[in-house]
Structure formats: C-alpha cells, structure tokens
C-alpha cells in the first residue's frame, strides 16, 4: 500500500530555532495535513492544505507556523522560533478527497526542543 | 466545539477475551467517524470509517459499530498482536479536520 514519507524521523534542536520538517504524501492525494502529539496526549490537527492554500488552521497554528508545497511531490512545516513547548511528533497526513475520505498518516517526525 | 470521549483508558486482557471500546463523541454535524490503531512511537493506522447511525463493519477480530452518539470497536478472541492504542476521531460536515479522542490503550497477555 501506497506511504506517507515524513523526514527525518528525528529532530533536535535548540530553543529559538528554525526547523523543516518534511513530507512526502501519496503520489494522488490533494489534501494535506499536519497534525501534532504531545507526550502522553492526545493527536491533535494543526492545519490542512489544498490547492496550493491553507483551507483550515487550528488555534495551535499561530504565526510561528507556516506550510508549503515547495514542488510535486513535498508538503512542509516549518517553525520559525521553536519552543520548549513546541516539543512533540508531528505527524503529515494526506488523502485523495476532501471530507470524509480515509485518512494516511506518516510515521511521524519526534521533534525535541531544548 | 467538538468533543470526543473514550473509554476505558486502558484496557488488560487475556488471549481470547472478547470486549469493547467506547468512543462517545458530540458534534454538530457528523461526516464520519473514524477509528485508528496506534503502535508506540508509530503514526495513526486507519482501521474504519462509519458514516450514519446502524453502520457496522468488520475487519478480521474487530467489528466497529455506530450509533448518533457513539461508537464501539468490538474485539473478538484477541491476540497479543492485537495490543496497541485504538483511537476514534470525528470529522465534522462544516471542515475536513479530524478531532482525536484520548485513546485506549489495549493490552492483550497469551
């Protein structure tokens, strides 16, 4: 079956720092996602992306994040000023329609923020 | 807002003792309702969608079902292979985002 590819699997990095991650989604696929999960908490959407523009944003995504489909086939995140409570794995998720299609999820990335 | 509830926290079971999850949920409008497996360290493994209430439908050991204010995974003769945290989440008719339950973390003993 078709993946979802997230890299690196692993970031560290310091407070006040920028960082990337990035996403391959299915090959078909028009709508991506980024969602988050802190420790012990429960997985929770930061924003989606269709044709080229956000189509919705969360509370949690705040001037600080942005997305970008740079090409074809990649879909990122950034952070510009990372947090200590920025702290958690982020996961890209994509699928072929809008609502109420099934969902793909990456692996997801483990950002640390010291 | 919508809200998502799951029940048990967690859940202990021997090999071959049936159960079930509960996932209540409250939204305005429901598109669906979406159940995933989670391993450790691991993204969320899609399992079912149901859509309207009456819906069931079955996958090996498990069987989900749906009514207009919850959902149960019924897990029949488990096996140990079968322990991860299941999590149920909803998407409303009014965006695409899919709002997370806490999860229920299944565990299952030979």
């Known amino acids: 079956e078709p993946e979802v590819t997230q890299t690196p699997s692993h970031q560290v990095t310091q407070m006040g720092q920028e960082v990337i991650l990035r996403c391959v989604p299915i090959?078909?696929?028009?709508?991506f996602y980024w969602y988050r999960q802190i420790l012990g908490q429960k997985v929770e959407f930061l924003v989606s992306?269709?044709?080229?523009?956000?189509?919705?944003k969360s509370e949690i995504f705040d001037d600080q994040f942005s997305v970008e489909r740079p090409d074809g086939s990649n879909f990122t995140l950034k952070i510009r000023s990372t947090k200590l409570e920025d702290s958690a794995m982020y996961f890209c998720?994509?699928?072929?329609?809008?609502?109420?299609?099934?969902?793909?999820f990456g692996s997801g990335t483990q950002l640390s923020v010291l | 807002e919508d809200q998502v509830t799951q029940s048990p926290e967690a859940l202990r079971l021997q090999e071959g003792e049936s159960s079930s999850l509960n996932c209540s949920y409250t939204?305005?409008?429901?598109?669906?309702l979406f159940w995933y497996r989670q391993d450790p360290g691991k993204g969320p493994e899609f399992l079912f969608t149901?859509?309207?209430a009456g819906e069931e439908k079955e996958k090996e050991r498990l069987k989900a079902t749906l009514t207009k204010k919850e959902s149960f995974l019924h897990i029949t003769a488990p096996k140990p292979e079968d322990s991860a945290t299941y999590l149920c989440?909803?998407?409303?008719?009014?965006?695409?985002?899919?709002?997370f339950g806490e999860g229920t973390q299944l565990t299952v003993n030979p």
């Open positions: 998720a994509s699928r072929t329609y809008g609502g109420g299609e099934k969902l793909f």
């Open positions: 090959s078909n696929h028009l709508y």
């Open positions: 992306f269709y044709n080229n523009e956000i189509s919705e």
């Open positions: 939204v305005s409008g429901l598109r669906g």
């Open positions: 149901l859509y309207s």
């Open positions: 989440a909803v998407e409303e008719t009014s965006g695409s985002r899919l709002t």
